[in-house]
């Protein structure tokens, strides 16, 4: 079946850092890929989405990068701020139709001032 | 973007009993999805809600138990029937909506069922 892993522990970074966070899919080949940030108490929020045939997407401080070899995404936070601390989720588009979502299970990040 | 309320943003309900949840969207979209993310879990979809037809649902989830309403094009109710505390979970409505060239999926801010 679909599965999809990121990082289980939480991240810890000091503020000014770059941090980064790791989403690997097994038994799909998605058309694209999101990222979401959720803040406790509050529902997802959407990010940025890469399709798969980019590689890097950029979006102010954010950075994502897609490879489908090895079925893997990276999402960077540069210059990382207090702010920025909340839970991040990848998700792959069930059947690339729009709306049937599967999550990973969230990195959960820190950034300490 | 698309806001989305729900309501009731939370409650504590007694084992047995049903609670209807009420998603409501500012924007006409034909598909709503249900969600649940239960503590310490990431999101699970539940079904998808299609106007003007039945809802369609996910694997481990049946009407019975959640029960779906979409009266009109911006609005719909999921129903948790005949509660257990394994249903504790935070419930979230979501819509994706076309920006531009890209689809963009919206979380209702979600409601925090614990039962007892």
């Known amino acids: 079946s679909q599965k999809i892993e990121q990082n289980s522990e939480a991240l810890n970074i000091q503020e000014g850092k770059t941090a980064t966070l790791t989403c690997n899919y097994t038994n799909y080949s998605p058309a694209y890929l999101q990222w979401y940030r959720q803040d406790p108490g509050r529902g997802p929020v959407f990010l940025l989405l890469i399709r798969e045939n980019e590689k890097e997407k950029r979006k102010e401080r954010l950075k994502v990068t897609f490879d489908t070899t090895l079925k893997q995404s990276l999402f960077h936070i540069t210059a990382s701020q207090p702010a920025d601390s909340a839970t991040y989720l990848c998700?792959?588009?069930?059947?690339?139709?729009?709306?049937?979502?599967?999550f990973g299970q969230g990195t959960e990040l820190s950034v300490k001032p | 973007s698309a806001v989305i309320s729900q309501k009731p943003s939370r409650d504590i309900c007694q084992r047995g009993t049903s609670l209807t949840i009420q998603c409501q969207v500012d924007s006409q979209v034909t598909m709503m999805f249900w969600y649940r993310q239960q503590p310490g879990q990431s999101l699970t979809l539940i079904a998808t809600?299609?106007?003007?037809?039945?809802?369609?649902?996910e694997s481990g989830f049946v009407i019975d138990k959640f029960p779906i309403s979409r009266p009109n094009l911006t609005f719909s109710t999921l129903t948790v029937s005949n509660m257990s505390p394994e249903d504790s979970s935070i419930y979230l409505c979501?819509?994706?909506?076309?920006?531009?060239?890209?689809?963009?999926?919206?979380f209702g801010p979600g409601t925090r069922l614990l039962v007892l």
């Open positions: 998700a792959l588009d069930r059947d690339n139709q729009g709306g049937k979502l599967i």
């Open positions: 809600a299609n106007q003007g037809s039945e809802a369609t649902y």
């Open positions: 979501s819509v994706a909506l076309f920006r531009g060239n890209q689809e963009t999926q919206y």
